[in-house]
C-alpha cells in the first residue's frame, strides 16, 4: 500500500467532458487508497526540460468506487496546468499523482447531518464527492445543495445532480444561474446572499454541517452570512480554489 503521500504514475482512463469548460479526467491508481469526501489529490506536470508545475484537485469520485478517481478540472484560461490537462492530456496518457490530501474539508456519513453544501464553479467537485458517498451508502441524511453557476450549461454533473435531487430521498438541489437562466426559468438569478441562504438552509434547522468551496469572495461571504444566521463557526468549513480570491 502506498503511503498518501508518495507520488505514483496515474494512467488516464477515461475523459469526460462536463461543459464547455470542465471535463472529468478518471485515473487509475496502481496504489490507490480509500479517501474521506472532501480531500483532494495533487498533480504534478515534469516537462522535458525539467521544469515542473504543481497543482490541488479534489476528488470528485466517492470512496466506494474502488481502484480508480474522478479528478473534474476547469479550465483557466490564462492557467498553466488546466489549459494542458483540457488540450493535451489523452486517454492511456500517465500523470504523476499524490493523495489523498485533507483532513478538515471532510465528510463521511458517520458525521451525520443536517448538510448544507454550497458550491460556485468548481467548487461543487468535492461537495459532489460528498453527495456520492451519501448516495453509495444510501444515506438518510438531510443534505441540500446551493450551487451558484453563471448558466445553466456551466453546471458541472448537471445530469446526475437532477436524477440524485429527482429520489426525494432527504437531498435537494438548489441552482442559482448569476448570468444567464434558462427560458422561464423561476429559481435564483443572483449572487448567493444571506437571504438565499436563510431560505435554502432554513428547513435544515440550525445544527447543520456546512461545506463551503469555490473562489474565495463565495466562500467568505457565506461563511459570515452562515454566522449571522446563528450556525456555529465549528460546524462551518471551507474549501477556496484560486490563489488570487477572485
Ligand atoms: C485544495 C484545492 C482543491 C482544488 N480543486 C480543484 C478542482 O477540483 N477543480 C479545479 O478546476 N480546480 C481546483 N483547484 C484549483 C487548481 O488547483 C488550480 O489552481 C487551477 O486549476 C488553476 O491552475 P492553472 O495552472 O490552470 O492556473 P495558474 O497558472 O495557477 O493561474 C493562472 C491565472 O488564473 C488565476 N487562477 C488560478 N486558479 C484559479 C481559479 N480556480 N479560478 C479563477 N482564477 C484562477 C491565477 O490567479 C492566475 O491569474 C483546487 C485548489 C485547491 C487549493
Known sequence: MAKPLTWQSATVEAIHPETARA???????????????????DLRLTAPDGYQAERSYSIGSEPERQGVIDLTVERIDDGEVSPYMHDVVAVGDR???RGPIGGYFVWDIEL??????VGGGSGVVPLMAMIRHRAALKSPVPTSLLYS???ADDVIYAGELERLGAQHDGLEVV???????????AGYQRRIDRTM???????????LRAYVCGPTILVELVA??????????????????GPTGT
Open 23 to 41: 471535463k472529468t479526467f478518471t485515473f487509475e491508481l496502481p496504489d490507490w487508497i480509500p479517501h474521506r469526501a472532501g480531500q483532494h489529490y
Open 95 to 97: 500523470l504523476e499523482l
Open 112 to 117: 451525520g447531518g443536517p448538510l448544507l453544501l
Open 149 to 151: 453557476s453563471r448558466s
Open 175 to 185: 441552482h442559482t444561474f448569476t448570468r444567464q437562466q434558462p427560458a422561464g426559468w
Open 197 to 207: 441562504l436563510s431560505e435554502v438552509s432554513g428547513p435544515l434547522g440550525k445544527t
Open 224 to 241: 459570515n452570512s452562515l454566522l449571522d444566521l446563528g450556525i456555529a463557526a465549528s460546524q462551518i468549513r471551507t474549501e477556496r480554489f
